[in-house]
């Protein structure tokens, strides 16, 4: 940023602090915030578009259809020779990201990431790559967002209801949807939801959606109108269709990360990239429909065209068969996300918005399919809005946002014809995935780290608490080989405090000495040179790992033990000591700060 510019924000911002109230300013930054993540959805969606033109222009039209399999192996290299050798830093992985950021760097978030994404995505997709643009875009506007409350001054609560902001805005001016993309930021980024918190959110999902009118005007992602009416006999098989949805979005989750597991075993970038890129390219060429996003074979299923959106392939010349037809779409639910994994493994940037809602139609379209053809109806069911509902109880299952998948598909089909079936399906899949799978494919790692911001406020505190900030130091510590004239001399004497660490000579923590457990024998010489430290020695009540223990379970074993202290150790060695007093303070101090 330049001196000019930085020095007109500088001035703006002491003028809006002699002029402004802080939820006045609050509004203005928000609806700033909502224009910029407007303009990053535009920018990026522009750029994928230019060079999916340019791939299709007359220069290599001739040789498209033979080689297109290979252009999604091209952008991820471009993208991986970006990262590694312009960018030179690792950009994250989109919306676990922007959470890590929240849960554990304050919603701080570093400046290369406000154009990192916005390069790499649209390369690795405008080539073919088998993700989508809309975690990008929402990591992109989020890092903005996240560095101008800190240009501002804002604290920890406001910066977090600012990222959530450039969510809304980025899934507003994506989808046209600006009621969904505010539920999107609440469940996803665990927002409170209060009018304070409501009313940016919604002037950024506003100002966002306006700046996506004005360069894209009424173009919409998703082309559909609904037609067929929901009838209450097709309630049991929208039920029916819930149980399927939570059963493909466990497969999602599980292959997911085990594709994330694999690809971590290989050390080498370059052969993650052969690995990645060859298996991807084998899969589009066998299965055309995994090229890109995916949004045009979700458009074509909308509309029943179930011919267009299996594309050329090798059965062809069997595509009279229902059946056939079905197993194809059995199949582009099936491999939709080893496409997804192997294109982020190789070293792609994308999210799985898109591949979830891909991954959603082709399910239901699969399912209607399924039902009118078995004979057992009088009346077959509505194949587009099976398709529908389908995106909805994938998405609900695998994000676990399943108001965000009622809204946004209700607002992208102009009514809300579909709100019952939308919420028996959601609700069922969310319910069953939720019992195998507890945590998103966005918040799993986070989850099992224990970095993962919940609605659970107490959850939420412990999570963001800096352990190594209430870590005290200041304890002399005795060596295991000492004897009692040498704790006197060394320990009691120099220490202002009644408890000693004891530690062998590579700083291994054995135990502890109390005040207590010598004060009786402490004036008597002659047993200074009798009495060693292994004989006054206790066990400490418990220990704290920092590798290990997260802040909950500090806290447990605060309460466990009814300790005042406790040892920390890093590998076995000793570290430290935390008391209750100082966590309980630091927890106090934290509620405060992340309460808006």
């Not at 809309?134 to 240009?151: D, F, H, K, Q």
């Not at 959606?209 to 004005?214: A, D, E, K, R």
């Not at 991807?280 to 909308?302: K, S, T, W």
Request: aromatic share 12%; hydrophobic share 50%; charged share 15%.
């Amino acid at each position: 940023m330049s001196s000019k510019v930085t020095a007109l924000l500088t001035r703006f911002s002491d003028w809006s602090t002699r002029n402004l109230s802080h939820q006045q300013f609050l509004m203005v930054l928000s609806s700033i915030i909502g224009f910029l993540a407007g303009l990053v959805a535009v920018g990026i969606k522009n750029f994928t578009h230019y060079i999916q033109r340019l791939l299709e222009d007359e220069f290599i039209v001739n040789y498209h259809n033979a080689f297109y399999f290979i252009f999604p192996v091209i952008g991820i290299a471009l993208t991986v020779f970006l990262i590694k050798y312009i960018i030179k830093k690792d950009i994250g992985n989109g919306i676990p990201t922007v959470l890590y950021a929240i849960s554990k760097r304050q919603g701080i978030m570093r400046k290369f990431q406000s154009y990192a994404s916005l390069i790499t995505a649209p390369l690795t997709v405008g080539f073919g790559g088998s993700v989508g643009l809309e975690a990008p875009t929402v990591a992109t506007g989020a890092s903005i967002s996240s560095n101008l409350s800190r240009l501002f001054k804002m604290n920890q609560a406001t910066r977090t209801l600012l990222i959530g902001c450039a969510a809304a805005g980025a899934m507003s001016s994506l989808f046209k949807a600006p009621i969904a993309a505010i539920i999107f930021a609440i469940e996803i980024f665990s927002l409170d939801l209060t009018l304070v918190s409501m009313i940016p959110l919604l002037i950024a999902s506003v100002s966002a959606i306006l700046t996506s009118y004005f360069f894209f005007g009424n173009d919409i992602i998703l082309h559909y109108q609904l037609s067929d009416q929901f009838d209450i006999s097709e309630v049991p098989f929208y039920a029916l269709l819930g149980v399927l949805a939570a059963l493909c979005s466990i497969y999602f989750g599980k292959v997911y990360f085990k594709f994330a597991e694999l690809f971590r075993k290989i050390k080498s970038g370059f052969f993650r990239l052969i690995a990645g890129g060859l298996g991807l390219g084998i899969l589009i060429f066998f299965i055309p429909p995994l090229y890109g996003e995916g949004y045009d074979v979700i458009n074509n299923l909308l509309q029943e065209n179930y011919l267009f959106a299996l594309q050329t392939n090798l059965f062809d010349a069997y595509l009279d068969n229902i059946w056939v037809v079905i197993l194809l779409l059995a199949g582009l639910v099936v491999f939709k996300v080893i496409a997804t994994s192997l294109t982020l493994g190789a070293g792609g940037v994308g999210g799985i918005f898109a591949p979830v809602l891909y991954m959603g139609s082709a399910m239901g379209h699969c399912f209607a399919l399924i039902i009118n053809n078995l004979g057992l109806l009088n009346n077959p069911i509505s194949v587009s809005n099976f398709t529908l509902v389908g995106m909805a109880g994938v998405m609900a299952g695998i994000m676990h946002a399943p108001l965000t998948a009622i809204f946004l598909i209700a607002e992208l089909t102009g009514g809300y014809e579909l709100f019952v079936p939308l919420m028996i399906t959601a609700a069922i899949s969310f319910v069953v995935t939720s019992r195998f799978q507890p945590h998103s494919v966005y918040t799993m790692e986070l989850a099992q780290r224990g970095e993962l911001l919940t609605h659970n406020k107490d959850q939420a505190v412990l999570t963001l608490l800096n352990i190594q900030q209430i870590i005290e130091k200041n304890f002399v510590t005795l060596n295991i080989d000492m004897k009692l004239g040498d704790v006197i001399h060394e320990g009691v004497i120099k220490s202002s405090r009644n408890l000693f660490p004891v530690i062998d000579e590579n700083r291994k923590f054995l135990g502890i000495i109390l005040l207590d457990d010598i004060r009786p024998i402490m004036f008597d010489q002659k047993m200074y040179n009798e009495v060693k430290v292994s004989d006054i020695m206790q066990r400490a009540p418990e220990i704290i790992d920092l590798r290990k223990d997260r802040p909950r379970e500090i806290m447990t074993k605060f309460q466990e033990t009814n300790a005042w202290n406790l040892p920390v150790v890093e590998d076995g060695k000793y570290v430290g000591f935390i008391s209750k007093s100082k966590l309980l303070t630091a927890y106090r101090q934290k509620l405060i700060e992340v309460t808006v």
